[in-house]
């Protein structure tokens, strides 16, 4: 848990906003996803385990997109510990059955976000399961295309630590 978690009031109304964007813009501790795990704020929990903990996200992108979160405090996907990754990953299993049982969607996107940069908004680790209906508002926010089979194979080569990444200097 965090340690301030304990702390923290319910967050309703205009300030939610503001309490979610709060990591991002102050060094002060506090974490909304302890804070639902303790009870402290308010959620719509649909699925828990003594591990983790499921619940209705409050920005969804489609009907019945939840997050998956682990019930002790890791920041991403880089501080999981291996079992607590995978009790998160049952736990999604479990939950993405559930959806697709009652919500009846055509598919569902399992997405992670690790850091700033890949926009990860609350610094607790937590799995979005989003339904999907076909023609939904959600999009892809990135385009593809083949990338260069060389570049392919060198980068495959420094993940398998064959070789090490180019520097400049």
Same mark, same amino acid.
């Given at each position: 848990?965090?340690?301030?978690?304990? $702390?923290?009031?319910?967050?309703?109304?205009?300030?939610?906003?503001?309490?979610?964007?709060?990591?991002?813009?102050?060094?002060?501790?506090?974490?909304?996803?302890?804070?639902?795990?303790?009870?402290?704020?308010?959620?719509? %929990?649909?699925?828990?385990?003594? $591990?983790?903990?499921?619940?209705?996200? %409050?920005?969804? &992108?489609?009907?019945?997109?939840?997050?998956?979160?682990?019930?002790?405090?890791?920041?991403?996907?880089?501080?999981?510990?291996?079992?607590?990754?995978?009790?998160?990953?049952?736990?999604?299993?479990?939950?993405?059955?559930?959806?697709?049982?009652?919500?009846?969607?055509?598919?569902?996107?399992?997405?992670?976000?690790?850091?700033?940069?890949?926009?990860?908004?609350?610094?607790?680790?937590? &799995?979005?399961? %989003?339904? =999907?209906?076909?023609?939904?508002?959600?999009?892809?926010?990135?385009?593809?295309?083949?990338?260069?089979?060389?570049?392919? =194979?060198?980068?495959?080569?420094?993940?398998?630590?064959?070789?090490? %990444?180019?520097?400049?200097?």
């Amino acid at each position: 848990m965090c340690p301030t978690s304990t $702390h923290l009031k319910r967050v309703n109304g205009p300030k939610l906003l503001a309490f979610f964007k709060a990591p991002l813009l102050s060094p002060v501790v506090h974490c909304l996803f302890c804070s639902i795990v303790d009870g402290s704020s308010a959620s719509n %929990i649909v699925y828990e385990n003594d $591990h983790c903990l499921a619940f209705m996200d %409050i920005l969804p &992108m489609t009907p019945g997109h939840c997050l998956v979160i682990p019930k002790i405090h890791v920041q991403d996907i880089f501080e999981l510990d291996d079992d607590t990754a995978a009790h998160v990953m049952q736990t999604c299993h479990s939950v993405a059955n559930i959806i697709r049982k009652r919500l009846e969607p055509l598919g569902i996107n399992l997405v992670n976000n690790n850091g700033a940069a890949a926009d990860q908004s609350q610094f607790h680790f937590h &799995m979005h399961l %989003i339904p =999907r209906y076909g023609r939904d508002r959600l999009l892809h926010p990135w385009e593809r295309s083949y990338g260069n089979p060389d570049q392919i =194979r060198s980068i495959a080569e420094i993940l398998r630590g064959e070789r090490e %990444i180019p520097r400049s200097e």
